[in-house]
């Protein structure tokens, strides 16, 4: 069983920023994509970012050009830097990850392990 674990989120002023960390453990296979989803209360999960096992990445329209995803592969760790945070950014950010290899894994369906996920709270 894969493991991820969402850190990295707290509270910050508009216009701040914040990385988030996400590190899989236990049986990681050995390609996987991961994909940044949020959900904000009374709202549906909405898709923030992915990256595949080689690097192609998508994004969520509200985070294009503020938010930027990598990851480590010797880690086993992604990263989501957030920018230029906005209020309407408050939500719970959560992990997963996907063993399909196509590009653009926007679904949450397209995703097998999820991480309990993290507070992210954005202040005017």
């Known amino acids: 069983q894969v493991q991820l674990v969402e850190s990295g989120g707290g509270s910050v002023q508009a216009g701040g920023s914040l990385r988030l960390s996400c590190a899989a453990s236990?049986?990681?296979?050995?390609?996987?994509?991961v994909g940044w989803f949020r959900q904000a209360p009374g709202k549906e999960r909405e898709f923030v970012a992915s990256i595949s096992w080689i690097g192609s990445i998508t994004y969520g329209d509200s985070s294009k050009g503020r938010f930027t995803i990598d990851r480590d592969n010797a880690k086993n760790t992604v990263f989501l830097q957030m920018n230029s945070l906005k209020p309407e950014d408050t939500a719970v950010y959560y992990c997963?990850?996907?063993?399909?290899?196509?590009?653009?894994?926007?679904?949450?369906?397209?995703?097998?392990?999820w991480g309990q996920g993290t507070q992210v709270t954005v202040s005017s």
């Open positions: 997963a990850a996907s063993y399909s290899s196509r590009r653009g894994l926007e679904r949450s369906s397209d995703y097998v392990h």
């Open positions: 236990g049986r990681t296979p050995s390609r996987y994509a």
